[in-house]
């Protein structure tokens, strides 16, 4: 079993930034790909990216491509995911996701564990 914990959420004004990070206990994850999802208040679950196993491919939604980042340290079983320009419409709570395979996809059902979430609130 693996365990996702999902930490760094917070407060932040539009333009501000935040980094989240996902770390894994239970076992290693560096083999597998990762993903970060969000979802906003009465809305679906959405894709934010995904990492490869070794950190060497990243995807990104559309909506986040050139203000968020994700990265991982394999050795602190830990993903990243850097949050900039941040804009009120990506308040939601944010969650990270481990994939059974090397590299991940852009639907949840592409991923098999899940974190708690954390949330994130941009105010204008």
């Known amino acids: 079993q693996v365990q996702l914990v999902d930490s760094g959420g917070g407060l932040v004004q539009a333009g501000g930034s935040l980094r989240l990070s996902c770390t894994a206990s239970?076992?290693?994850?560096?083999?597998?790909?990762m993903g970060w999802f969000r979802q906003a208040p009465g809305k679906e679950r959405e894709f934010v990216g995904t990492?490869?196993?070794?950190?060497?491919?990243?995807y990104y939604a559309d909506s986040v491509k050139g203000r968020f980042t994700i990265s991982r340290d394999n050795a602190k079983n830990t993903v990243y995911l850097q949050l900039n320009s941040l804009k009120p419409e990506d308040t939601a709570v944010y969650y990270c996701?481990?994939?059974?395979?090397?590299?991940?996809?852009?639907?949840?059902?592409?991923?098999?564990?899940w974190g708690q979430g954390t949330q994130v609130t941009v105010s204008s």
């Open positions: 990492i490869s196993w070794n950190g060497a491919s990243t």
């Open positions: 996701a481990l994939a059974p395979s090397y590299y991940g996809g852009n639907h949840d059902r592409d991923y098999d564990y």
């Open positions: 239970g076992r290693t994850v560096r083999n597998r790909a």
